[in-house]
């Protein structure tokens, strides 16, 4: 069992290194069978989730 630390932090986009507090779902185009993540400021992968 692995223990799990509640962390009230911000996470950081590691492009553009600002504090995030939600991600963009793509959904459109290429990328309509897979849900990738984008950061809301400057808009890059963050990471891809499996097929929706
Ligand atoms: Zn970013």
Redesign the pocket.
Same mark, same amino acid.
């Given at each position: 069992m692995v223990a799990i630390d509640k962390e009230k932090i911000s996470p950081i *986009?590691p492009?553009?290194e600002?504090k995030?507090d939600r991600v963009i779902m793509v959904n459109r185009g290429a990328f309509s069978i897979y849900q990738v993540f984008c *950061?809301p400021? *400057?808009e890059?992968v963050l990471g891809v989730g499996g097929a929706a």
């Amino acid at each position: 069992m692995v223990a799990i630390d509640k962390e009230k932090i911000s996470p950081i *986009c590691p492009h553009c290194e600002q504090k995030i507090d939600r991600v963009i779902m793509v959904n459109r185009g290429a990328f309509s069978i897979y849900q990738v993540f984008c *950061c809301p400021k *400057c808009e890059k992968v963050l990471g891809v989730g499996g097929a929706a």
